[in-house]
């Protein structure tokens, strides 16, 4: 079975500073897609990046962008320029692309708190 | 566009009540899961249908059933509620098994 772990339940960054969060995963299959999603207090769960395991890039969205090392199994997200509104608890979650119905499995979260 | 949209959103239950929990998507996935959501462990699922009429456990099924009677619904039932189930409860849904997955709101269940 397949594992996600999450090894900092907290971090802390100033505004406008570059933050990195860790995820580590477990798997012995070749084809996957890994995503972060981020749960603010509002308690709705958004995606924020997704990477597909055969993509050699690391992928990107605007302030966000990951740091994926197939070979270690780590994929970690990386926020650069940190806003107020980045604050919320952070999951990575893995997801199989062998199987139909595949479920998502995720780590522990990371709650991650900006200051101003 | 609704998306996924979960009711209640909030709901407290006495020990032994059932209940069922309310999952409706209005973008035609066919693959919808329940997920519970526990403090230190991230979401962990439920139950999960890969389409009408087809549904299969997770990792922590007891005490909830499925059923998956139409693409866009898929209630959770829990059947006798115990002090154990006090969690969020999630439903998503996805295009795909390769694709992201939408949530709902969540629901905060607790059971006393």
């Known amino acids: 079975a397949q594992t996600v772990t999450q090894s900092q339940p907290e971090m802390s960054v100033q505004e406008a500073e570059t933050v990195t969060l860790s995820c580590t995963y477990d798997t012995s299959e070749s084809d996957y897609y890994l995503f972060w999603y981020k749960q603010p207090p509002s308690r709705q769960m958004i995606l924020v990046i997704r990477q597909e395991a055969y993509k050699q890039q690391n992928a990107t969205e605007n302030r966000f962008s990951v740091n994926f090392q197939k070979a270690a199994k780590s994929f970690s997200l990386k926020i650069s320029d940190s806003q107020l509104g980045d604050a919320a608890m952070y999951f990575c979650?893995?997801?199989?692309?062998?199987?139909?119905?595949?479920?998502?499995?995720f780590g522990e979260g990371t709650q991650l708190t900006v200051n101003p | 566009n609704a998306g996924v949209t979960q009711t209640p959103k909030f709901q407290v239950l006495k020990t032994g009540q059932s209940m069922t929990l309310q999952c409706a998507q209005d973008m035609n996935h066919e693959y919808m899961s329940w997920y519970r959501q526990d403090p230190g462990m991230g979401l962990r699922l439920i139950h999960y249908?890969?389409?009408?009429?087809?549904?299969d456990q997770g990792e922590v099924p007891n005490g909830y059933n499925v059923s998956r009677s139409t693409t866009e619904d898929f209630p959770l039932r829990l059947l006798s509620a115990a002090p154990s189930q006090t969690s969020v409860y999630f439903c998503?849904?996805?295009?795909?098994?390769?694709?992201?997955?939408?949530f709902g709101q969540g629901t905060r269940l607790t059971v006393v």
């Open positions: 998503a849904s996805s295009y795909g098994s390769y694709t992201e997955a939408f």
């Open positions: 979650a893995y997801r199989s692309a062998s199987y139909s119905g595949s479920r998502l499995t």
């Open positions: 249908s890969v389409g009408a009429g087809i549904t």
